[in-house]
């Protein structure tokens, strides 16, 4: 047993759907979330740059003695982790091989959509993950730049001309690819899910990199025998970079529970 917290990570709201898996699946869990608002989003910026952020990440986070981090970025997932993973003793797990697992496993045409941000689409780490996978599928990637501050802004629902307008323009390309599997490649991606389905058709299975991370680290948790005391309530905690107000207020409708005053801002050195 070890009854320490797990941490989270993501550049702003996204992780949070990794973070409602873990609450969910894990009550006598311990989390610490971590959203870099006040740099959000990631997806633009340079390698050095995410490798900068990731590692301040994980060092606030190593802060609060946790036992394992779960990286809810799919930017930080295809473009540092591979880099910076080793150079920590505490466990890390990113998105990108249990979301390309899944993918590789749902999939019947063997036709898979990847979305992501412009470094995540350009890193080829879905596309090289998958071929491992299922040898011989078609991938067929899109960078989707605008979803994160769509997302960030709380524009995710249906009948919001703006965001079914922006779906439209980047995902009509990977419809005529005829795909039967579609990767959300960053975890700000599931919170548009209804708006995507809709516009994908019922045909194509969307596959949420946050939440099958965090089966994905149940699993070895519960292998390693570190799950903490089944008889405790878990505590959780929320830190963001920039003001709580707008944070706690979109994160509350995303956990579907009220996080008010569970929110603290700090800065990353």
Not at 4 to 25: C, N, Q, W, Y
Not at 28 to 46: A, C, F, K, M, Q
Not at 71 to 85: D, P, R, Y
């Amino acid at each position: 047993m070890d009854n320490r917290p797990i941490g989270v990570f993501d550049s702003g709201l996204g992780g949070l759907t990794a973070m409602r898996k873990l609450v969910e699946a894990m009550p006598n869990e311990d989390l610490i979330y971590l959203g870099d608002t006040g740099r959000v989003p990631y997806g633009g910026r340079s390698k050095d740059t995410i490798i900068k952020y990731a590692r301040q990440d994980i060092e606030f986070l190593l802060g609060h003695d946790i036992k394992a981090i779960v990286v809810a970025c799919g930017t930080v997932s295809t473009v540092a982790l591979e880099q910076i993973s080793g150079e920590y003793d505490t466990p890390i797990f990113g998105v990108v091989e249990p979301t390309a697992w899944k993918a590789a496993k749902l999939t019947a045409s063997g036709r898979i959509g990847i979305i992501g941000t412009v470094n995540s689409v350009n890193s080829g780490a879905y596309d090289r993950a998958i071929q491992r996978f299922r040898p011989g599928s078609y991938t067929f990637s899109k960078a989707c730049p605008l979803f994160v501050p769509l997302v960030e802004n709380g524009r995710v629902n249906r009948g919001d001309r703006v965001i079914e307008l922006v779906v439209e323009e980047y995902l009509s390309e990977l419809r005529e690819q005829e795909i039967d599997t579609l990767i959300l490649g960053c975890t700000h991606y599931p919170l548009l899910s209804d708006v995507i389905s809709d516009f994908m058709g019922s045909g194509v299975k969307l596959v949420s990199p946050g939440e099958e991370t965090a089966e994905y680290l149940i699993k070895k948790l519960r292998q390693a025998d570190a799950l903490a005391q089944p008889d405790r309530p878990g505590r959780h905690r929320y830190y963001v970079t920039d003001s709580t107000e707008g944070f706690e207020r979109l994160a509350s409708l995303f956990m579907d529970s009220d996080i008010s005053g569970e929110v603290s801002q700090t800065e990353l050195f």
